[in-house]
T-cell receptor, first 113, second 111 residues
Framework: DADVTQTPRNRITKTGKRIMLECSQTKGHDRMYWYRQDPGLGLRLIYYSFDVKDINKGEISDGYSVSRQAQAKFSLSLESAIPNQTALYFC????????????FGPGTRLLVL | QKEVEQDPGPLSVPEGAIVSLNCTYSNSAFQYFMWYRQYSRKGPELLMYTYSSGNKEDGRFTAQVDKSSKYISLFIRDSQPSDSATYLCASHTGTASKLTFGTGTRLQVTL
């Protein structure tokens, strides 16, 4: 079984809709991250969480919110989706005792019409 | 200017060639340097990491960091079609866990 899982893998939604992307991990890591990936822009950090009670904004948090329900679960919400949020979204985890190497999920491909 | 710069490619090489992938960075505080490989429609997977300057070898892959010139390299020997992917370099300072990524170089190894 994969260490980091994301659901859904693909999603099409309409402008103005609220959607949630979910991430679960079995690596036992405290730190979790949400990124978006766009052609030519690479991976950009949206939010990160060092533990259940510690959530921080990343480079591009506007229009997004997150919830850390448990050590193993970290959800990303788009409160009112817009077309320029069409992207590939990745969840990642890291272990601060292992050089902070990050382990990524398979991604969610989101299309906002 | 991005903190980590990477040529997007694509880079096309014949099977068996030696591949050189490169990044430059501007943040002198970066201490940890990583290479991720990303296959189409998959998440990035960690390939190699190095701390500070120097070389690290793992099979056909060698990662090299030159902090004096702020240059990061990944060499792939005896390249295979299965090496066809996008390669992302990434760095962080060690005191924060936020990785800064390059935009990725797409590599195609042809038969």
């Amino acid at each position: 079984d994969a260490d980091v899982t994301q659901t859904p893998r693909n999603r099409i939604t309409k402008t103005g809709k609220r959607i949630m992307l979910e991430c679960s991990q079995t690596k036992g890591h405290d730190r979790m991250y949400w990124y978006r990936q766009d052609p030519g822009l690479g991976l950009r950090l949206i939010y990160y969480s060092f533990d259940v009670k510690d959530i921080n904004k990343g480079e591009i948090s506007d229009g997004y919110s997150v919830s850390r329900q448990a050590q193993a679960k970290f959800s990303l919400s788009l409160e009112s989706a817009i077309p320029n949020q069409t992207a590939l979204y990745f969840c990642a985890t890291s272990d601060p005792h292992a050089q902070e190497t990050q382990y990524f999920g398979p991604g969610t491909r989101l299309l906002v019409l | 200017q991005k903190e980590v710069e990477q040529d997007p490619g694509p880079l096309s090489v014949p099977e068996g060639a030696i591949v050189s992938l490169n990044c430059t960075y501007s943040n002198s505080a970066f201490q940890y340097f990583m290479w991720y490989r990303q296959y189409s429609r998959k998440g990035p997977e960690l390939l190699m990491y190095t701390y500070s300057s120097g070389n690290k070898e793992d099979g056909r892959f060698t990662a090299q960091v030159d902090k004096s010139s702020k240059y990061i390299s990944l060499f792939i020997r005896d390249s295979q079609p299965s090496d066809s992917a996008t390669y992302l370099c990434a760095s962080h300072t060690g005191t924060a866990s936020k990785l800064t990524f390059g935009t990725g170089t797409r590599l195609q190894v042809t038969l």
